[in-house]
């Protein structure tokens, strides 16, 4: 079973920090642009972050750029999302995302449409 599960989530103060992870199975993932979004109650989910196939080429929205580093391990077909400096507008439902219609992407894509698989989120509440 090709699955996406994401871990690392909670409940922090503004300031403080977190690591998402985001396992992957059922196949080999390091042919493809992985990605990390969120969804805050009533919103519509949103991309954070984005890495290619070989890590060297990463992208993130405005919001969390500084705060925010993706990365992923390929030997352990997992991804990573640190967020230092949490805010409460951080809350949210954080998505991981695999860009399985394209492999080599050199470029991580940051449209929900561009990911076919989608892990089940992890809670991120941010207090302030």
């Known amino acids: 079973q090709v699955q996406l599960v994401e871990s690392g989530g909670g409940l922090v103060q503004a300031g403080d920090s977190l690591r998402l992870s985001c396992a992957a199975s059922?196949?080999?993932?390091?042919?493809?642009?992985m990605g990390w979004f969120r969804q805050a109650p009533g919103k519509e989910r949103a991309f954070v972050a984005g890495?290619?196939?070989?890590?060297?080429?990463?992208y993130y929205a405005d919001s969390v750029k500084g705060r925010f580093t993706i990365s992923r391990d390929n030997a352990k077909n997992t991804v990573y999302l640190q967020m230092n400096s949490l805010k409460p507008e951080d809350t949210a439902v954080y998505y991981c995302?695999?860009?399985?219609?394209?492999?080599?992407?050199?470029?991580?894509?940051?449209?929900?449409?561009?990911?076919?698989?989608w892990g089940q989120g992890t809670q991120v509440t941010v207090s302030s």
């Open positions: 059922g196949r080999t993932f390091g042919d493809y642009a």
């Open positions: 890495i290619s196939w070989t890590g060297g080429s990463t």
């Open positions: 995302a695999a860009d399985l219609s394209r492999r080599f992407r050199s470029y991580p894509p940051i449209a929900t449409t561009d990911y076919p698989l």
